[in-house]
């Protein structure tokens, strides 16, 4: 599975920006899904997981009702809608793709995705 994250770039705190994941090679739509983010100097950290159906989501503390994490399986694609931006969302964004079952206490783990996209720069400024 290849995984090509885009939609990155610059924007103002307060600002929008929806970014893209696009799937292909041996995909399946029962795959979980994730986002994770990692700042200059700091570890990569889970920001979202949808379930294979997109019906179960998962939100790291820090974006709940800011982001939102949705999938089309028919396209094999996964978008993270990021609204009110602050600047300390600045970072690399990957998605991620998981092959295991989606079980809410452990899809915020890096060690639980077996597929990762080459990451999408995101730049809030103040």
């Known amino acids: 599975v290849q995984l090509q994250a885009c939609g990155g770039g610059l924007v103002q705190a307060g600002g929008s920006l929806r970014l893209s994941c696009a799937a292909s090679?041996?995909?399946?739509?029962?795959?979980?899904m994730g986002w994770f983010r990692q700042a200059p100097g700091k570890e990569r950290e889970f920001v979202a997981a949808?379930?294979?159906?997109?019906?179960?989501?998962r939100y790291a503390d820090s974006v709940r009702g800011r982001f939102t994490i949705s999938r089309d399986s028919a396209k094999n694609m996964v978008y993270l809608q990021m609204n009110s931006l602050k600047p300390e969302d600045t970072g690399v964004y990957y998605c991620?793709?998981?092959?295991?079952?989606?079980?809410?206490?452990?899809?915020?783990?890096?060690?639980?995705?077996?597929?990762w996209g080459q990451g999408t720069q995101v730049t809030v400024s103040s």
């Open positions: 991620a793709g998981s092959e295991g079952r989606f079980l809410y206490t452990i899809v915020d783990r890096i060690t639980e995705y077996g597929y």
């Open positions: 090679g041996r995909t399946s739509s029962s795959y979980y």
């Open positions: 949808t379930s294979g159906s997109g019906y179960t989501t």
